[in-house]
């Protein structure tokens, strides 16, 4: 029946059937995606809602008409059940991007296209409100009371509730109400697109173009740039969401004034509304319909809200409780922790240790000045594991003043890595040998700083031919 129907618009276009036709990976949608290949490549789409579909056919042509880079539709069927678009290849920038994610350290490339990105948008939002007929959106024409508080009861239905946590409602409604009426301060004519975010943004030519832009309507410019910035699995470090928005702004002052203090005061409370459209989503796709990708992202969404809590909303005081209550609880206890510390001994007359993580950073710390036990034959046999050699270095106290230094840079540096979503550290103690006082600190700072922050550490002695692995404790 899809395939058939498909096949039909494709002759219709171009002539003759397609050579092949192979489904595309699922989205978060009930929508299913073919490529059909041929003369000219196309993408089928089947949608089971109409009024869903007949909203993205109008809106792409519109689109187009404004020079806003959408996907061209090409055919469609008399019921809008089926459609043909260009194909627009398989790079999502949420792909593109993929290094940045994993390890928050985001590459001049991966930078750049986020800077033109984040800088079209407000194309988007006012030219393409131009005649734009909100009436043919769906499910409503407009950002209002009803489409908010049907959000915050996802959240509370499909995610709040699954938790077990008990809260009451009555309370939790008036705060609700009263993020409404903050949300609903700004009434602007400018198209939101809702779901904004880097998965739904194909790379063509080196370039953006936007998909999944149906759910659109009239609303707030707030949204979407809370939509993007804050993305779950994004994972973008806070110096890099600052430098996005003043991308944003500065392209926002050509077709608005805008004061970026009040802008960002009433953008915290969209971060927070789209976080909890966020998690009632993942609770709805992941809990119950078994979505495992859902199901994953769900740590990071916590994450996001763990940080907008520090803050605070003195707004929402009976919201904020239970929300500091939900990321407390044991099924979310445990950070989102992918750092690993490589911490190595050496000896200075075989090199410095190469980073292989590919981020060259790191630190590496001379123990040299250190007064050396392989001075002594009686220590000759034994490393800086070795009780005789703890006890001379220890003895001494050069070496406990020293890794009272290095304790401060390091177990900053770890906290920070933590902070930002950074993947690895590396840090090295070198002496001229390899076996004593270089060993004895990397042992206790590896230690330390898995029993501390809970990291995985690799430990390695380079010149002993000793590994240790300390898993994550949290």
């Known amino acids: 029946m899809i395939i058939t129907a498909l096949q039909k618009l494709y002759t219709q276009v171009i002539g003759s059937p397609a050579e092949n036709i192979i489904e595309l990976p699922s989205s978060g949608s009930n929508r299913r995606y073919f490529r059909l290949s041929g003369p000219m490549n196309l993408i089928g789409v089947n949608g089971t809602s109409q009024e869903e579909n007949k909203a993205f056919l109008y809106m792409a042509t519109h689109f187009r008409e404004k020079g806003i880079p959408v996907p061209k539709v090409y055919a469609a069927s008399e019921d809008s059940l089926f459609y043909l678009q260009e194909d627009l290849g398989d790079s999502l920038l949420f792909d593109k991007i993929e290094k940045g994610r994993k390890t928050s350290v985001f590459s001049d490339e991966e930078r750049s296209l986020l800077r033109e990105t984040i800088s079209m948008l407000p194309m988007m939002q006012f030219r393409g409100a131009e005649e734009l007929d909100f009436d043919q959106c769906y ?64 790379i063509k030519d080196g370039k953006p173009w936007f998909i999944d832009f149906q759910g659109g309507r009239k609303g707030p410019i707030y949204y979407d740039i809370a939509s993007f910035l804050w993305q779950a699995k994004a994972n973008f470090p806070e110096g890099l969401r600052n430098e996005l928005l003043d991308v944003y702004m500065e392209s926002l002052s050509h077709y608005t004034t805008v004061n970026k203090e009040e802008f960002c005061k009433q953008l915290r409370h969209f971060v927070l509304f789209r976080t909890l459209q966020v998690l009632g989503a993942y609770g709805f796709r992941g809990y119950f319909e078994k979505k495992p990708h859902f199901i994953q992202s769900i740590p990071f969404a916590i994450k996001n809200l763990k940080e907008l809590l520090r803050e605070g909303y003195s707004e929402y005081p009976y919201l904020c409780d239970i929300l500091h209550q939900l990321v407390d609880l044991k099924q979310f206890s445990k950070e989102i922790n992918t750092l690993e510390v490589k911490v190595m001994s050496f000896a200075y007359k075989k090199g410095i240790p190469n980073d292989t993580s590919g981020n060259g950073g790191g630190f590496v710390f001379d123990c040299r000045a250190i007064n050396n036990p392989g001075k002594y034959e009686r220590y000759t046999h034994f490393t800086g594991l070795d009780e005789p050699v703890i006890t001379f270095l220890e003895e001494e106290g050069e070496i406990t003043s020293f890794l009272e230094s290095v304790y401060k840079i390091t177990d900053a540096s770890v906290q920070r890595y933590l902070d930002r979503g950074f993947t690895n550290l590396m840090i090295c103690f070198g002496c001229t040998g390899g076996q004593h006082r270089s060993v004895y600190s990397a042992q206790h700072v590896a230690e330390r700083l898995n029993r501390k922050f809970g990291v995985k550490v690799n430990l390695i002695h380079r010149e002993q031919n000793i590994e240790q692995v300390f898993d994550p404790t949290v």
């Open 139 to 202: 499910p409503q024409p407009t950002f209002n009371e009803r489409s908010i508080l049907w959000d915050l009861n996802y959240f509370k239905y499909c995610f709040l509730k699954s938790t077990g946590l008990e809260f009451q409602e009555n309370n939790l409604e008036d705060d609700f109400q009263k993020m409404c009426d903050i949300l609903l301060q700004d009434q602007t004519n400018t198209f939101m697109y809702r779901d904004f975010q880097s998965r739904n943004v194909m």
